[in-house]
Structure formats: C-alpha cells, structure tokens
C-alpha cells in the first residue's frame, strides 16, 4: 500500500463538477459524463446525501446504481470524491431511532424534511453512519476512479439538546472540572443562584436564552465542537481502515459560521470550502473582498492548499429568493480568484440545475432544459486554460509574511456578549483583511494558537479572551522583532469567560505598553479620530482611552477628537518593545485610518504592495520551486485602469499567461472580470 503522505493526487490544479447520479434518469448518465469529458471535468463528487438509495432498508444495501456510475467515471478517466451521507439519515432510521433527531434549543424536535437532521451526540446515528461508510470504504477501496472522501456536508452546530447530549455534556464537563467545588468556581454559578449541587444539575442551555452563564454557554460550545470532531473521528476510522491511500476531507461553508473550523481540520487531509461568491451588483464592493478572506482562511486550517468543493456555476436561490446570473467572465475570474489563493482543484455545484427537490433554482452549469449554454462553455475554456497552467502552478502556494489571527473562541465569546451593537468579530477581522487585500498585500489567516515562526507582521484582533500559553508567545514575536498590532477588548477574560481584575489588556498589557484607563462602548456613534500628521478620520464601536506607560517609547498616532469627554486621549499608540514594536488600537477606526497605517508598517517593513487598486481588483502571489507567479484579476463589472507598483509593475511588463498581454510599466486596463497571471 501507499503511503497516504505520498499520495499527493490531491495537490493536482483541475477543476471537477458535483454529480447526483441518483436524481436523473440512468439513460442520461453516459451521456452527461461524456459531455464532462469534453469540457474539462477531471474530478466529480458523488454520494453526499444518498442514503437512502445506499441502504433503502435497514441492513439491505444497495451500491449497485453507484457501482455502475463510479464505473463509468473510470471509463471516461474522471477521478470521483465520495461524500459520506450522513447529512441526511432516512426516513425509516429516524423513525426506528428518534433521538437521532436533533431537540432544539427551544424543546421542538428537528424533524426531517429537509436535511441536516441528525445529532452528532445519537450512539444511533454514530453506529449507522459508520456502518454505512465503512461499507462504501471497503466497497470503493479499490475502486479505479476513486480518489478520496468528503466527510459528511457542511458541519455545524446546532445546540441540539436531547438526552444523550446532557449526558455526553455532563460527563464532558466532569472530566474538566472533575469537581463541583472547581465547577462552580471556574463558571462563577453563585450568581443567581446558579450553583450545582449534584453533577444531573448539569444540562445544556435549554430554554437558548442568551442571557445565561457566558462561562457555560462558551463551554457548551467547546463541547458541541468536540462532538463533531468525535462524529467525523468515527468516519475517519472507518475509511482508513480500509482506504489508508484515499485523501479525507471535509467541506466547510462559509461564515456566519460557528464551528470551529481548526478543529474539525485536525484529522483531515486538507480542507475544501464551498465557495457562492455574491452575484448581485449591490455585493460587488464587498463580495470579492470577504470571499479572498474566504479562500485565505480555509488555506489557513490546514495551513496548506485546499479545494472548492463546491463553487458557484449558476444564480443561486432556493434558501433565499434568486440571486443575479454571474455575467460572462465570472466563472472564470472566480475559478481564477480561488486559484490565486491556493486552491488547486476547483469542482463546480453543479453539473445541471435539479428539475426535483427543494434546490431547483439553485442553478447548475446547465440549466433545467439540458441545452449546454453559455456557462458550461465558460467552464470548459476556463478548465482547458487551468490545464495548461497546471504544470506551473502545482505545488505551489501563496506566501505570507503577514498572518491574521482567526480564533473561534473569540467568535463565539462574544457573540455570547455582542459588546456593543455594531461590534462584530468577523466584520472586524473582514475589514483589517479588505485592507490588506486593497493594497495588494497577501496575508495568512491562521489559528490563534499556531506558531508565528516566519511572519513580519501579526495582526491579532480582539483577543478578548486571553492565557498565558498566548500572551507569552505573541510578546516574544513582538520583542523578537515582529510588529504586532493589538486591538480594543484584548486581555478581558481567561479562557473560562471570566473578566479578568487587572488593567486591560490584561496579560498584554506590558507587550502593548499602554492601559486602557476607561473605555467607551460607542456602538454605533461616530467619535472623530485625529492622526499624529494632522489627518481625521471616524472611528466607532469602541473607545478605550489610554495611559501610555511612562517608563516606555510610546508613540501616539491618534487622539481621539470632537466633542467627547475623552477628546485629547490616546487612541492608537506604538510602543517599541524589544527589537520589535506593537500597535495598540483602542477603537474601529474606518477603513481609511487601517489603510494609511498598513501601508505604514508595509513601507516601514518592505512588504510587497501596491497603492490605487481599484474597487475589485485583486493581486495575490503564489510561488513554489517552479517560480513565482503574480494573478491580477478585476472582479468587477467595470472596466478598471490602474498601475501596478513595484515589483508587481515589473512582472507586469512580461508576457501575461493566460491573454498574453504585456503592461509594459505597470499601467493596467482590465476589462470586467478579465484575469491575467505574470511571472514574479
Ligand atoms: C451548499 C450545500 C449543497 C447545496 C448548496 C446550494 O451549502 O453543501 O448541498 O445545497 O449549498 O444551496
């Protein structure tokens, strides 16, 4: 057998289709996948929520459709993803076992219907599911066209509350605690009257009342992750022992998103991401940005290049009312765009709109007639060009000298407290990414607990919850030359949700050099910022009005302006510490102040980057032994002049890859959605 670390098929750049083999009549199928053949498709995934057609009956399975369509596939050399189906149980196994169906916060019972309707905790559910993949992993082992798994679909959490989940939770909490004294301490119960006196006192947060415990609620959450992780574990088990060179994946969705990404990403290969850009002109200035944070932080869980396992081929609707046709080029440009940020395979949702079910106007790359249009064309030019670009760009990967600290337990402990009603965790990390992104800088977004070995630059919003283990080892990146750029509400509270008595930010607050005297949840009022060179600027969400430490080197870069008790107070310091320096923001100035401090540290620093992108322009850089390749694409629907800067403006001036254009200085006219790749 392979070494499943030497099987890199997975590190192939192709692009590959979504297939439900069992919604169409067997007479098309050939059909279908000779027209895949002939427009590019090299990968297909398959199964994702066929259960009920694998096993109709309980212990009575059926592969025989399946067998018959993965033959096919090998027929026509397309590689095949199976998708485990436990997404989606069958009727008659959520009849036999109802406590496979998830109680919601509010005591109803989510019934099946339409999909997701399975709790993590069902010993059922787990024994079922299991049994089901192992049977698909020992039947498809060797199956000549199959490649790899997708781990059930799109995880997360959903503070279901059965019976077995109180149990599972309470035995999850004594190996924490191991005793109610500790309990009660680290959640302060005593308020309220909420102190348990027997461990059965313990149950998850029935009634979903937001105003519970945060100590418990956040520790729910931990749990829920937990479970999920144990629930995809028992898959992974059951597909290695019998297909130890399979890849296994899984296939996140975007955010609002309250899994833990990082640690459902432990036990997989890589991860994949489900990528629907929006397609609706009003989303144009902010869908290319948060869809680049997107790509960046699924590169980010595994910390290596991922897939789309779905990506948008058609107007969406069918959970919302339709969004617009992406026009001619946008196909392409966003293949290209998740390219650029290190996907390597690209498989589109999907091959035909479905004339069945409740997704019909979730549109596929051919509509309901099945007249190949329009779409499918784009998709065929567009996987011959990522074809013949291949060789170049596989294994290689973009390259950050700037990481984003992203941390799901920040997320979710303040969603638990919203601090004020415009402040919002991932916005903030969004907007600290648009503007890198808009000065053509790339960055990593990783874990809060990775090393930072090999950055310049980290930037570490609102670590609002704090240990040691974190503080230490952002200190030493900043004391050992890095540049650190801290934020309003870090340090608040340790890891149980408890506010911590000490001045903020807490255990930061030497690292930053500052402490926050008091603040002011501004929410969404307007407070004038006055920069150190005489510029104003807004800032919002939050005031903390700082006390520059006197025995430091502490600049102050912002004042806080206008008619505000505090005006005149430190509002953004850089304390020089170490041989590094740390930025402190005590609020959420505008996209404008981000941008001239960004490109300060870029400048002070000697990052690659370039000023003037237009609205919708993206560069990203991926480079590896076979070179280093600069991708400008304009992700808008207008034509775009602009000049590209330094050394970008040199790759410029070489032949484009993909139209074969040349810029000779820099000097770039795009049209809407066009896309072209240089030579660093
Ligand atoms: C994804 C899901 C697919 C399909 C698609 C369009 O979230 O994984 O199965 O439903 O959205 O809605």
Redesign the pocket.
């Known amino acids: 057998m392979a070494n499943p670390q030497q099987n890199k098929t997975y590190e192939s750049i192709r692009m590959g289709v979504d297939y439900y083999p069992e919604h169409w009549d067997e007479a098309m199928w050939e059909e279908d996948v000779a027209l895949m053949k002939r427009s590019g498709v090299a990968v297909v995934r398959v199964g994702?929520?066929a259960w009920s057609r694998m096993e109709p009956r309980d212990g009575e399975f059926n592969f025989d459709w399946l067998d018959r369509a993965l033959d096919l596939f090998a027929r026509y050399g397309i590689e095949v993803v199976i998708g485990t189906p436990t997404h989606t149980p069958p009727r008659w196994l959520t009849e036999k076992y109802p406590d496979i169906l998830p109680i919601l916060p509010n005591g109803g019972v989510y019934q099946p219907g339409v999909r997701g309707h399975r709790c993590f905790n069902s010993r059922e559910l787990r024994r079922y599911g299991e049994r089901i993949v192992s049977r698909l992993a020992e039947r498809y082992a060797a199956h000549p066209a199959v490649i790899g798994w997708q781990t059930d679909?799109?995880f997360s959490l959903l503070d279901s509350q059965g019976k077995q989940v109180a149990e599972d939770f309470r035995d999850w909490v004594y190996q924490r605690y191991g005793t109610l004294e500790q309990l009660n301490r680290a959640w302060g119960t005593v308020v309220w009257s909420g102190e348990y006196s027997d461990w059965n006192e313990v149950n998850p947060p029935l009634g979903g009342s937001p105003y519970q415990n945060p100590s418990f609620l956040l520790d729910f959450t931990r749990f829920q992750w937990e479970m999920v992780a144990d629930f995809q574990n028992g898959q992974i088990a059951a597909i290695r022992a019998h297909c130890p060179d399979h890849f296994i994946t899984h296939?996140y969705?975007s955010y609002p998103q309250r899994l833990d990404l990082y640690k459902v990403g432990e036990a997989l290969d890589f991860a994949s991401f489900?990528y629907?850009p929006n397609t609706s002109p009003d989303k144009a200035s902010t869908s290319p940005y948060s869809g680049a944070l997107s790509l960046d932080v699924t590169r980010g869980v595994k910390r290596q290049n991922f897939w789309i396992m779905?990506q948008l081929s058609g107007s969406?609707g069918?959970?919302m009312p339709m969004w617009r046709m992406p026009q001619p080029g946008y196909i392409r440009a966003y293949v290209w765009q998740a390219l650029s940020r290190g996907a390597d395979t690209v498989v589109h949702?999907r091959w035909r709109s479905a004339n069945i079910g409740a997704?019909q106007f979730?549109h596929g790359l051919i509509d309901h007639s099945n007249v190949p249009g329009r779409r499918l064309a784009e998709f065929a030019e567009t996987s011959a060009e990522v074809q013949r670009l291949a060789p170049l760009l596989e294994g290689t990967t973009p390259e950050a000298q700037i990481a984003i600290l992203m941390s799901h337990e920040q997320l979710e402990a303040l969603r638990i407290q919203k601090q004020t009603d415009s402040f919002d965790y991932y916005e903030n990390v969004k907007e600290y990414h648009r503007t890198l992104t808009k000065l053509g800088m790339g960055c990593d977004v990783i874990d809060w607990r990775q090393p930072l070995e090999g950055y310049r630059v980290v930037i570490a919003p609102h670590l609002y919850l704090l240990d040691d283990e974190a503080a230490e080892r952002l200190s030493r990146f900043a004391a050992d030359g890095g540049t650190l750029l801290l934020t309003a509400r870090t340090g608040v509270k340790n890891l149980n949700n408890v506010c911590v008595m000490q001045p903020l930010p807490g255990l930061l607050a030497d690292c930053a050099g500052v402490t926050v005297r008091e603040y002011d949840p501004l929410g969404s009022d307007v407070v004038r910022l006055d920069a150190e060179d005489g510029e104003q600027y807004a800032c919002s969400q939050w005031a903390d009005i700082l006390d520059p430490a006197a025995d430091r080197r502490i600049e102050v870069m912002a004042r806080y302006g206008g008619p505000v008790f505090f005006a005149g107070e430190a509002a953004v310091t850089r304390h020089e510490f170490g041989r590094g320096e740390t930025y402190y923001l005590g609020t959420h100035p505008e996209e404008d102040y981000l941008r001239s401090l960004l490109l300060r540290i870029a400048q002070e620093r000697d990052l690659p980057h370039t000023e003037g992108l237009p609205a919708g322009v993206q560069v990203s850089v991926r480079a590896g032994s076979s070179g280093a390749y600069l991708f400008v694409l304009n992700l808008s629907r207008d034509t775009r002049r602009f000049r590209l800067g330094g050394a970008y403006a040199q790759a410029s001036s070489g032949e484009g890859l993909l139209g074969g254009r040349r810029y000779g200085s820099g000097e770039m006219e795009m049209k809407p959605y066009e896309v072209e790749i240089f030579r660093l």
Do not use: K, L, V
């Open positions: 994702e929520f679909n799109e296939n969705h489900d629907y779905e969406p069918a959970w949702f997704e979730w």
